[in-house]
């Protein structure tokens, strides 16, 4: 495997920084610089700026309005768009529902879907999650009778994220008891505006709302929005997930991560006036540290130097998934560590456009309590680190 890009790949690199200099929202990196929360407006903006230039749909092929583009340029433009500041292409329309409906779809609801989430018109969020079937998404409840042309649709979802915001919502229902747990499940598309549907935010202990439970009762939706074969829908699950899994790894948010917790920890210094940073005890934390990041990422090469040849992401996605995971839950505890006392107080009205009140402390100490308390969820969603333990004992060791 040669890490070393090529001029052409260097060429392309040169592209995505010129883009975000001069033709992204600048605002959004205004906002991020601040610690400011972005709003839906915001991520559609980045979106929508990444649309008209062609770059919404980084992993969609091409005839549906896809890049393009290999697996290394993905790898570099997200490394970019870190780096910048940018904001996070949220994935539960462009990255998750829409690769299932290109795979699995029928033509008619690739036309009627796909356009509105390559343009990001429309909001769309996940309905897995079931009070008594997180991880162990066999044990899915939500029901779904068919009635004539309509599925019926009883039951509930939990830690739906941004569901508050959503225009649709992908959901795995029952819609057949008879066989195996996870046969009889099916993939259904269901508009937020359906009578019966009903969103319930539930605070998180970072003090956000940004997760909530779902709701429905006597829900009717129309039989062509199931993707796939009825029944089937456990393919369409197990497909999204490993993609989904890659994705949590989040190498290139960790390597800023850890690039403003060093710069942290150069500006916190001790009684005798010596920087953190010089500290010999937390030095070796973070070195630590960054080794696990460098070794994490060439993980993610070597992965990408696979997709290259055509194959698809197996074991090493639950891989990424558990491992990135707990470095992102690291650097918040170091982060943490660094503002010391000052990561205390919680004030979230520093986080809201508009406000002027003195920080606390060090600029980033407002952000690392919050951001400690809310990556605490990053070990379970897109399955638990001890679910994608299991399926690595089963698919490297054979257990």
């Not at 409906?101 to 343009?119: S, V």
Request: net charge negative.
């Amino acid at each position: 495997m040669d890490i070393r890009f090529s001029p052409e790949e260097l060429a392309f690199q040169q592209e995505v920084r010129d883009f975000l200099a001069n033709d992204y929202p600048q605002e959004i990196f205004d906002k991020q610089t601040q610690g400011k929360e972005l709003g839906k407006d915001d991520y559609v903006a980045g979106q929508k700026a990444l649309h008209k230039r062609g770059w919404a749909a980084v992993n969609w092929p091409v005839e549906y309005g896809g890049t393009g583009w290999t697996p290394i340029q993905k790898y570099i433009f997200n490394n970019e768009m870190a780096a910048a500041g940018a904001a996070q292409i949220i994935p539960f329309g462009m990255t998750m529902v829409a690769p299932v409906i290109i795979n699995f779809g029928t033509e008619e609801q690739k036309k009627r879907f796909l356009p509105d989430i390559l343009e990001s018109n429309v909001w769309w969020c996940q309905g897995y999650s079931e009070p008594n079937a997180g991880s162990d998404l066999a044990n899915v409840r939500t029901k779904a009778v068919r009635d004539g042309d309509h599925y019926v649709i009883n039951g509930q979802k939990t830690w739906t994220t941004m569901a508050q915001w959503a225009d649709w919502i992908f959901c795995l229902v029952r819609t057949d008891s008879s066989g195996k747990p996870q046969e009889g499940i099916s993939f259904v598309l269901v508009d937020m505006n359906t009578p019966g549907v009903t969103v319930r935010p539930i605070q998180t202990i970072d003090g956000g709302y940004e997760i909530n439970d779902v709701f429905f009762e006597d829900v009717r939706v129309p039989v062509e929005n199931c993707i796939g074969e009825e029944g089937k829908g456990w393919s369409c699950a197990k497909f999204l997930l490993t993609y989904e899994r890659t994705n949590i790894a989040g190498v290139a948010k960790s390597k800023l991560a850890l690039k403003k917790l060093k710069k942290a920890a150069a500006s916190v210094t001790g009684d005798d006036g010596t920087p953190l940073i010089d500290d010999p005890a937390f030095i070796a934390k973070i070195s630590r540290l960054e080794i696990k990041l460098t070794a994490l990422e060439y993980t993610e090469l070597r992965l990408i130097s696979d997709l290259e040849v055509g194959k698809v992401p197996g074991a090493e996605s639950s891989h990424l998934k558990i491992r990135g995971s707990e470095i992102q839950q690291e650097i918040a505890e170091l982060l943490m560590e660094t503002a010391g006392y000052y990561s205390l107080p919680y004030l979230p009205e520093h986080f809201e456009a508009g406000w002027n009140g003195e920080p606390v402390g060090p600029d980033f100490a407002a952000a690392s309590s919050p951001r400690y308390f809310n990556l605490r969820k990053t070990t379970i969603y897109g399955g638990s680190s001890e679910i994608q333990k299991g399926i690595i004992a089963k698919a490297v060791l054979g257990l």
